[in-house]
Each structure stands twice: as C-alpha cells, then as structure tokens.
C-alpha cells in the first residue's frame, strides 16, 4: 500500500544532542509537510516542501532544519534539542496544492523525549 | 492570521447517540475545509473534505460536515456513534486562492462508550 512511513517511532535523545528523524513516501506527492504537535494541541506546521522548494515557518525555530534529497525523502534535523522541543513530530504529504488534491496524508509519528 | 475554533474539546457519548463537532474559521474569503481522524494508536486519515459545490459533504464510516458560509462553520455530524468512533477529530482550514497549507484546531476527543 502505498503510505507515509515515519522513523523511528520513538527517539529519546539527551538535551543538546542533534537528532534526525525521517519520513519517507511511497505516493510521488509533491509536498511533503513537517509539523510538531504536542499534547491537547492543533498540529504547528514547521516547514513543507513543495517538490523542491523549502518554505519555512516565520515561527519556526532555527534549531531546526530541514532536508528533501529526493521526492521520496524528508528529513527533520534537531541541532540541539530542548527540553521544549520534546513532541510528536508529524510528516504528511500532499499530491500537490491544487484544490482537488490538497488533502495531506500522514505518517504515524515520532514520538520525541528529551532528557 | 486565520484561525480555526473547535469548541468541544472532549465529548463523550454512548453509543446510538447523535454527534455533533463544531469547527468555526476566521478566514473571510474562499476556502478549503477538512475534517481529520485520528484513532487510537493509528496516524491522522482524512474523514472528509470540502472545496466546492454541495456544502453539505459526506464522508467515510457515515460522517458529513455542512459549510455555512454566512456562520464561517464546517460542524462535523453523524446520526448515531459507535464505539468505533472514539477518537481525535481535527478540523482544517486552508485560505483559498491557491493556499495549501492548513490551519488545524486543537482537535475534539470523542470518547464513545458501548
């Protein structure tokens, strides 16, 4: 089936150790999303890519950073993670941003804990 | 900046019984509009969408949403919940004019008991 696959599920790291977490696609989507969500709370879009194009959110902090190789890979970069920054960490894709395929499909999450 | 209000943030219900999720927007031109489902354990799914046409959407598992335009609203509805129901339920918004990127309330917890 195809899918968005997220890994790994869960990530602990240690305060001010970089982390990477990936996000890979089977769909061809042009877009591909990160967003970080915590808990009780709406999703916060970090950054998308539309194909290859990066758009980063004016709130988005500089501690994170973003990578797109090809269309079927995504990367989010924590340089040094928070203790704030502990979160579940959302990839979606979108077909592309058009009114008739703009409907985002999305990975299971990883689950991210500081320490 | 858009905004996108859900009221209800935890309903718990029986089952049989009729749900009803607001979702009011603050953006004044043409949008988008989704309703997002999340199950326990299982990733975000799309429930149903909205861009055009018919206001009144139907969507998987029984679900439909009606645009009203003139309350700025998408309320999520379905006659009767089953158990298999009880989970986050998100409402999006995108700005029209050729915006793909969504505006997510914080989401409702539907909890349903059998």
């Known amino acids: 089936d195809a899918m968005v696959i997220q890994n790994p599920r869960y990530q602990v790291t240690q305060f001010g150790k970089p982390v990477t977490l990936s996000c890979s696609q089977t769909?061809?989507?042009?877009?591909m999303y990160w967003y970080q969500q915590k808990s009780s709370q709406a999703p916060k879009l970090l950054f998308h890519?539309?194909?290859?194009?990066?758009?980063n959110e004016a709130d988005t902090p500089d501690n994170f950073q973003s990578r797109r190789p090809n269309t079927s890979f995504c990367f989010l970069d924590i340089r040094s993670p928070g203790l704030g920054d502990a979160a579940m960490y959302l990839c979606?894709?979108?077909?592309?941003?058009?009114?008739?395929?703009?409907?985002?499909?999305f990975g299971p999450g990883t689950r991210l804990t500081v320490l | 900046a858009q905004s996108v209000s859900q009221h209800n943030h935890h309903v718990i219900l029986s089952e049989a019984a009729s749900l009803e999720l607001g979702c009011n927007y603050s953006?004044?031109?043409?949008?988008?509009l989704f309703w997002y489902v999340q199950y326990p354990g299982q990733h975000l799914q799309l429930l149903l969408k909205?861009?055009?046409?018919?206001?009144l959407v139907k969507g998987i598992k029984g679900f439909e949403a009606e645009f009203i335009k003139s309350k700025f609203s998408f309320n999520l509805r379905k006659p009767s919940v089953q158990w298999s129901d009880t989970a986050e339920y998100f409402c999006?918004?995108?700005?029209?004019?050729?915006?793909?990127?969504?505006?997510f309330g914080r989401g409702t917890s539907l909890i349903v008991h059998p």
């Open positions: 979606a894709t979108s077909r592309d941003g058009s009114v008739a395929y703009n409907e985002q499909f």
């Open positions: 769909l061809n989507h042009n877009v």
């Open positions: 890519y539309y194909d290859k194009d990066f758009n």
């Open positions: 953006y004044g031109g043409t949008v988008n």
């Open positions: 909205y861009f055009s046409g018919d206001p």
């Open positions: 999006a918004v995108n700005a029209g004019g050729g915006s793909y990127i969504p505006t």
